[in-house]
């Protein structure tokens, strides 16, 4: 099993530009879940999908979007970037939302 | 929500000793979870408790529900130890603290 895979590792983007973070798991999980990571702080979650079909916001969703149109695909959209938005995006996953998650390895975006 | 506090920040040990590490929440909760940071940046889950005590290899997870505090405990520490630790308590989602970062020198 693969477990949780993101793409990219690495973007810079210019103010105003858009881009969709992919995120996939293999571990047939009904949750997934987007959190961003800044420097000092803990993580926030964005969004999270309980199911195929199902999202909501977390805590920080202003300048995102999500859809979750499979299992095992949940990919984060970032529309008109801005400097805030430079950070580490991780994505993670758990069977319920009670279960341990399981994390993919982070795309660090900078936002220029 | 559920508030996170972690102690100490950050602390540098010397290898083969005691560390602790401290997790308070403000929510009462189901289970604590407590996760690990590599360097390199990688995240991954070390426990997830209840009550009581788990031990894995040299880490031990102790959490006292009654007082809403946690410890992370790592014996005969060594530099691989090296790495930021994190807990996280579930209110409607999960709150992290923001991490205690853990150098351990040769």
């Known amino acids: 099993n693969a477990g949780v895979t993101q793409t990219p590792k690495f973007r810079i983007l210019k103010i105003g530009q858009s881009m969709t973070l992919q995120c996939t798991q293999d571990m047939n999980h009904n949750y997934m879940y987007w959190y961003r990571q800044d420097p000092g702080m803990g993580l926030k979650l964005i969004y999270y999908s309980v199911g195929a079909g199902i999202t909501d916001k977390g805590e920080v969703p202003n300048g995102y979007n999500v859809s979750r149109s499979t299992t095992e695909d949940f990919p984060l959209r970032l529309e008109l970037a801005a400097p805030s938005q430079t950070s580490v995006y991780f994505c993670?996953?758990?069977?319920?939302?009670?279960?341990?998650?399981?994390f993919g390895p982070g795309t660090r975006l900078t936002v220029l | 929500k559920n508030e996170v506090e972690q102690s100490p920040q950050n602390l540098t040990a010397q290898e083969g000793e005691f560390i602790t590490i401290n997790c308070s929440y403000s929510v009462g909760i189901s289970a604590l979870h407590w996760l690990q940071q590599h360097p390199g940046g990688g995240i991954v889950s070390l426990f997830m408790l209840s009550s009581g005590k788990k031990k894995h290899g040299r880490l031990i997870a102790t959490i006292n529900i009654q007082e809403k505090h946690s410890s992370l405990h790592i014996t005969a520490s060594h530099p691989r130890d090296s790495a930021v630790y994190i807990c996280?308590?579930?209110?409607?989602?999960?709150?992290f603290g923001k991490g205690t970062k853990l150098s351990v020198i040769p």
């Open positions: 996280a308590a579930p209110s409607y989602q999960l709150t």
């Open positions: 993670a996953s758990s069977y319920l939302s009670t279960n341990e998650q399981f």
